[in-house]
């Protein structure tokens, strides 16, 4: 059976909780938002940093929603801020922005 928004959320809820995290709503929009400017700010900046931060904090929550199972980070930056290691030089023109690629299971 296929899930809406609203199976998830109802309207006028916040968040809600997957097994022992609270999620609150637009916890993916923030990671993705910060995310980009990861990829575009100058490494060691202020807003580098600060979406480095975020990530780090964001990452339990998409744990819980189980976002890392079907997708894979491919931005150097953001894969090395979430698997906690010392990030590279983010600014690439041929990656702006992360890029979320669905992971397909294995054939039986």
Sequence with gaps: MATTPQDVLADGEEGTRFGDEYVRKGTIAAFIVNAKVLESAPEGSPEYEGAAAQLRTLKSALDAVGLFDVVTIRAPAVAAV???????????????????????????
């Design 82 to 108: 979430l698997a906690g290691r010392s990030p590279v030089d983010s600014r690439r023109a041929h990656c702006p922005a992360p890029d979320l690629v669905p992971v397909r299971p294995a054939a039986p």
